[in-house]
């Protein structure tokens, strides 16, 4: 009987999929196909807006992302990104993971120390520079070379 049950689930959910179909993607700023969505929505991507959204976003060290919610640097990310900073400053008496916590006012705000975020201001297409430096190298070095460039290149940054 339960071997049924599952079967029924499952292909009611493929059924119910069956016709949707994702109209996303994931592009570099430098390659948004703005016509394509000028055409099917109706919206015009500007070069300012698109810098706003990248300067908007930011990557915290640990990995995750989030986004400036504020002029004064106030970043929204998820829960499990500041786990281990409430964790930390938590105390027996105040226990942030467990009871949440909500600031009424801007002096109430925490900080987590330590923590870092970087945020994307601009990018550079370094493909010419990084063939190259490939260019005519023994099969078993091309890796190195490729890293000893890409590192250099860091370096100028």
Known sequence: MIGMTRFLVMLCT?????????????WTLDNVP?????R???????????????????????GCTGSFVSGDGLILTNHHCSAECLTDLSTT?????????VAAKREEEVRCPGQQVSVLMATENVTPQVTKAMTGVATAQIAT??????????GQC
Do not use: P
Request: some cysteine; aromatic content about 4%.
């Open 145 to 154: 070379a490729r890293n000893k460039t890409l590192t250099d290149l860091e």
């Open 40 to 62: 099917k929505y109706h919206v015009t991507l500007t070069d300012q807006w698109l810098q706003h959204l990248q300067q908007s976003v930011v990557r915290l060290e640990s």
């Open 14 to 26: 493929v059924v119910m999929c069956a016709g949707v179909a994702a109209d996303e993607g994931m």
């Open 34 to 38: 703005r016509d394509t969505i000028a």
């Open 93 to 101: 008496q105040r226990d942030l993971i467990a009871q949440g916590f």
